[in-house]
T-cell receptor, first 115, second 115 residues
C-alpha cells in the first residue's frame, strides 16, 4: 500500500521559470493538503483540496501560486515565475475525508531550489 | 492567532539519556495536540497525539501530556537511542479558529543521539 507519493524529490529552477510539484495521495484518500517548510522554520499550511475543489486556500500567497486536484491524476502545486524566496521544502499530506487531521499521512516532500 | 513554540535546538544527547523537548501553545479554543517526527530525507510521521486536557499520548517510548493549565505538551523519553535522531515538531489543530483541517507547527527541534 503505497504512501503519499511526491515528485520530483528535488527540483532546481532558475528565477522566472515555472515549478510544478506533484502529489499522489494514498489510495482511498480524497483530501489533499499542501504545506511549505522554509529553512529553519516549521511547516506552514498553504491549501486544502478535495477532488476538483479548493476548500481552503488561506495560506497560499496571492500571486504566482496555484493548486489543483483534478478528478483524475495527482494534485499539482504550481509556482509561476519563481523567485529565490520560493526555495523551500513543499510537503503534501492526504487523509480519508472523515478523519481530517487525525488521518494525515505526509509525503517525503519536494525540495525546490531557485537559482 | 494560534501558535506553537518549541524549545530551540539542536539537542545532543548520549544514548540512554533522558529526553525532554518543551512545547507550549496559544490557541483560541480547545485544540488537539500532536508530535511529529521527521527522519532525514523523509516526510513527517505522526508520533503521538492528545485530543483533550490531561490526555497522555504515547508511542515508541515517547510520551506527552496535554496540560491545559500551562498550555504545554512537552515530549519526553526515558532512554533515547541513536535511531531517535531526527527533527521533532509539535503541532496543534484548533477547530474553533475555523481551521479544523490544518495543522499549526512549531519550528522543530533537531535531536542528535550519540552512541
Amino acid at each position: 500500500n503505497a504512501g503519499v507519493m511526491q515528485n520530483p524529490r528535488h527540483l532546481v529552477r532558475r528565477r522566472g521559470q515555472e515549478a510544478r510539484l506533484r502529489c499522489s495521495p494514498m489510495k482511498g484518500h480524497s483530501h489533499v493538503y499542501w504545506y511549505r517548510q522554509l529553512p529553519e522554520e516549521g511547516l506552514k499550511f498553504m491549501v486544502y483540496l478535495q477532488k476538483e475543489n479548493i476548500i481552503d486556500e488561506s495560506g497560499m500567497p496571492k500571486e504566482r501560486f496555484s493548486a489543483e486536484f483534478p478528478k483524475e491524476g495527482p494534485s499539482i502545486l504550481r509556482i509561476q515565475q519563481v523567485v529565490r524566496g520560493d526555495s523551500a521544502a513543499y510537503f503534501c499530506a492526504s487523509s480519508p475525508g472523515e478523519t481530517g487531521i487525525y488521518g494525515y499521512t505526509f509525503g517525503s516532500g519536494t525540495r525546490l531550489t531557485v537559482v | 492567532g494560534d501558535s506553537v513554540t518549541q524549545m530551540e535546538g539542536p539537542v545532543t544527547l548520549s544514548e540512554e539519556a533522558f529526553l525532554t523537548i518543551n512545547c507550549t501553545y496559544t490557541a483560541t479554543g480547545y485544540p488537539s495536540l500532536f508530535w511529529y517526527v521527521q527522519y532525514p530525507g523523509e516526510g513527517l510521521q505522526l508520533l503521538l497525539k492528545a485530543t483533550k486536557a490531561d490526555d497522555k499520548g504515547s508511542n515508541k517510548g515517547f510520551e506527552a501530556t496535554y496540560r491545559k493549565e500551562t498550555t504545554s505538551f512537552h515530549l519526553e523519553k526515558g532512554s533515547v537511542q541513536v535511531s531517535d535522531s531526527a527533527v521533532y515538531f509539535c503541532a496543534l489543530s484548533d477547530p474553533s479558529s475555523g481551521s479544523a483541517r490544518q495543522l499549526t507547527f512549531g519550528s522543530g527541534t533537531q535531536l542528535t543521539v550519540l552512541p
